[in-house]
């Protein structure tokens, strides 16, 4: 049988790297890594397929690189929610969070959404485009920019869970009924 050893980078890449060299030390079969690095930082891991060490990563992935990873189609994904909240009749429908354009999950939700905006026939907003951190702080971030665009937002969609729990906190905080106003 197998064993499963669980190690938490918490997105700091240099954890990370620590993390990956103390399993590799208990000689570890291979490795299921979430990487915390953006499309230029796959350092750590041609130095895993140089020394062919097994690995696989989960949601970002490195373009232009043989490593075998596991995702979402997050383009789509982010696409059919822009679907869903244009068949419900939103039309300023604005993005929060998501952080740096050479991660790849950045990039590609943003693309959707984008994609998603001009499908339905929405011109996108460049104040709409909330690119803030992935965080539940990126969430209150963007309530606070939203409160100060004429006309607001009629609906959010967010980068990731946390990014919609900080969103959720701040408009609980300020007021603003969610789904009624936002």
């Not at 539940?136 to 409160?147: F, H, P, S, Y």
């Amino acid at each position: 049988g197998y064993s499963v050893i669980l190690a938490d980078s918490n997105g700091d890449s240099q954890i990370e790297q620590a993390r990956i060299h103390d399993l590799l030390s208990w000689q570890v079969d291979g490795l299921i890594i979430a990487p915390s690095q953006s499309d230029g930082q796959a350092g750590l891991f041609w130095e895993l397929w140089r020394r062919e060490i097994p690995f696989v990563t989960l949601d970002r992935t490195f373009s232009e690189t043989p490593f075998c990873s596991v995702s979402t189609d997050d383009e789509t994904g982010m696409a059919m929610a822009v679907d869903l909240l244009a068949g419900a009749g939103h039309t300023r429908i604005a993005w929060a969070g998501g952080g740096s354009l050479t991660i790849s999950t950045t990039r590609l939700r943003q693309a959707g959404y984008a994609a998603g905006l001009i499908r339905n026939g929405i011109l996108p907003v460049p104040e709409y485009a909330l690119n803030l951190p992935a965080s539940e702080a990126g969430g209150w971030q963007a309530v606070e920019r939203i409160r100060a665009l004429n006309p607001r937002p009629d609906a959010v969609i967010c980068f990731s869970d946390n990014v919609a729990l900080g969103l959720l906190e701040a408009c609980i905080h300020y007021g603003i009924r969610v789904p009624e106003d936002l």
